[in-house]
Structure formats: C-alpha cells, structure tokens
C-alpha cells in the first residue's frame, strides 16, 4: 500500500490491516444489512480523532509552557545557553517508566523488529541534529522577544512542507501552499519590522539579527528533523505502536543530551552553573524548579509530535504546532511585558489565517473520503462492482 493512500486511511481511523478485514467483509455486511460495518469505522474514527486531538494538546501545552519557562530563565538571570540546550532534551528519562510500562504488541516479535545497529546509526544520526537544533533555539530565544521568537518560528511549517515533499512525497494543493505562504510572510513581517516595534538600540540590533537568523535556520532542521523521523517510522520501523514512539524519543533525546554536556564541559559553562542559581532570583529552588519544568514540558510536546508524524504525517504536526504559537504571544504581554504591537498582531492574524487553511484542505479531504466510501458500499450493496480477477 502507497504511503499517501495508508496515511488516508489513517485519518479516516482504519489501520492497514483493518481496511483489508472491511474490504473483505463488504460483500458479507455492506449489502443492505451492512450499516453494522458503517458503525463500527465511525467508532474506529472517532476513537483515532480522540487520541489525535490528546497529542495536538499535549504539542501546544507543551511548547507554550517550555517557551514561557524558557524566557521566565533568562528574566530572571539564567545565561547559560547549553543548560537550555540541555534541559529541552535532558528530561528524556522520564519516559522510562511510560516504557516499562508499555508492553510489546503480539505482532511485535523478533523478526518484524529493524536491526539494532542500523537503529542505533539513527539515534545517534538524529540526537546529533536535534542537540545542534536545541543549542540555536536556545540562543535565538536569548537575542528576541519571546512573541517576535514564537511566530518567526511559524516559518519551519514552510521548511517542513519542502521537506515533506521531497522526502516523505507529502501531498502539495493549492490550500496548503497558501497556509505555507501567508505564514511565511507572517515571519518576514516580523523580521522586516521586529526591531522597531521592540525599540531596539543600535547596540541590540546584532544580537535581533543573529535571534533571527538563528531561528530561522533552527527551524529549518527541525523541519527536516521531522520528516526524516516520518522516514524512519515507514521505512526502517513500520510500526506506529507507542512503545516505538517512546523509544525513538527517549535514545535520540539521550544522544542529544550527550552531545549538550560535551558542549558545556568543553565551553566550561558548568563552572557557572552554582554560581548561576545562587544569583537566580527567587534562589536555587526556583532554578531547579525552572529548568525541571522546561525539561518535562518540552518531553510532553515532543511526546506528542513523534505521535502525529507516526499516526499522521510530519507536516500535520508541524501544523499543530503552529495552532499554539498565537498563544505564547498573548501570554507574553501579560507575563513579561512585551510589547503587542501593530505588526506582531497582523502577524499573528496571518499565522492564524494560514492554519485555518490547512484545517480547511483536511476538511476537503475528509469530505471527499467520505463521499467515495458511500459510493462504494452503494456499488457493493447493489452489485454494481466489477470482480477482479483470482
């Protein structure tokens, strides 16, 4: 089966193997007895919207709580960039006990499983270019606002659906490439007029140049991080159970959070550290609790886009993760006092503009799935489908 037909089976909650037992029983159940069979693939969908709709929250939840944390760090004296960097991979054991938790499923035997050198080569592959990804987020988020950051990052959406294309063949309509458009130009609005609507002085106006770059170049390997996770998961994996996904979140995470200690012994950063959260307002409880929180906020969204890219795709959770960036805005002004200017709110219109057109595609999609399956089991109830060949 293609990828493109299995991911539509996927949204319509129907797993591969499922849509084979439906395809089978059609001429049992689908006559005009076969409303059971109806039944059965709503409740089939319903329950797969349900557990889609928990991971999108735990995304949005998640990075809006690490960005705010990440900013309240720096507020409040925190300047070392490899513990940011650390603490958004560091929280990585706590999925251990989740996977002790989950038990194998029956399928799952030993010869289904990838070999564990090649999944070790991508562990190791993948934590090397999520810990690198981490280190410019964390710099980009010292050098800009914590609104002009969040919506300058709606611009890995584009990145992904390029991405998306050339390496997962990612379906590109019209709609989609306006969501990707308005929300690139939703972030070259903020970089053309970031640095004035943040009154920034002449001797800030580098350190804005560089947030930009950084999180624009940030976001484009974490487009690419993505879709090569999506790669992983139908050529290498095959397999969308969550005890993959806790694992290739987990061992890729262990590695980047290697790759971040390297780094701040080798920059002597961890010297610093004592001193740090002595001077820390609020004292070192407050540092620990901080830095904790940014580690289990960031595993919570994380958690929750491996899930999407393995269930659905990688630019469906990069969309997601765009419906949360209106929000740390919002939050910003009333936490931090940022300003909310005339150009970050068109901004933010936009991004909320070109997600709503990508909802509208998958809404498209859906109708039209939907219209060709009552077509079908009309044709099956009436005996109108031609029979293939033994």
């Known amino acids: 089966m293609a990828p493109a037909q299995e991911v539509q089976l996927q949204i319509r909650g129907i797993t591969e193997q499922e849509s084979y037992r439906d395809e089978g029983s059609r001429d049992d159940d689908d006559g005009p007895k076969g409303g059971a069979t109806g039944r059965s693939r709503r409740r089939r969908s319903v329950w797969w919207w349900t557990t889609v709709a928990l991971d999108m929250l735990m995304v949005i939840c998640g990075q809006t709580v690490a960005t705010l944390l990440g900013r309240l760090y720096y507020n409040s004296g925190g300047n070392s960039k490899w513990m940011v960097t650390l603490a958004v991979s560091g929280g990585a054991p706590l999925l251990a006990v989740p996977l002790l938790l989950t038990l194998p499923s029956p399928p799952d035997t030993e010869e289904d499983q990838p070999a564990a050198s090649k ?170 609790a901080t830095v904790a929180g940014i580690a289990a906020a960031w595993q919570a969204a994380a958690v929750g886009t491996v899930r999407l890219v393995s269930r659905v795709s990688a630019l469906f959770a990069n969309v997601t993760a765009t419906v949360g960036l209106p929000l740390v805005p919002v939050l910003a002004v009333a936490m931090f006092g940022d300003a909310m200017s005339g150009v970050k709110a068109v901004a933010m219109l936009m991004a909320i503009w070109g997600f709503l057109s990508y909802v509208y595609q998958h809404y498209l999609d859906g109708k039209k799935r939907d219209d060709k399956c009552r077509v079908c089991a009309a044709r099956a109830g009436s005996g109108t489908t031609g029979s293939s060949p033994a």
């Open 119 to 288: 999944m070790l080569l991508i562990y190791a592959g993948l934590g090397l270019l999520i810990g690198l990804d981490n280190l410019m987020y964390s710099y980009a988020l010292q050098y800009l606002p914590v609104s002009t950051y969040s919506l300058l990052a709606a611009t890995q959406l584009a990145f992904n659906a390029v991405t998306s294309r050339l390496i997962n063949a990612q379906r590109f309509t019209a709609l989609i490439a306006n969501s990707v458009v308005v929300l690139t130009f939703s972030a070259a609005l903020l970089g053309i007029g970031g640095s004035t609507s943040d009154d920034t002085t002449t001797a800030t106006s580098t350190k804005y140049a560089a947030g930009f770059a950084l999180t624009v170049a940030a976001s484009a390997a974490f487009a690419l991080i993505l879709s090569l996770f999506e790669l992983t998961f139908e050529t290498v994996i095959r397999s969308r159970a969550l005890r993959w996904v806790l694992k290739m979140q987990l061992y890729t995470n262990l590695f980047a959070s290697a790759v971040c200690v390297v780094g701040m012994f080798a920059s002597g950063e961890w010297r610093a550290v004592p001193s740090e959260a002595a001077a820390f307002e609020g004292g070192k409880a407050r540092y620990v």
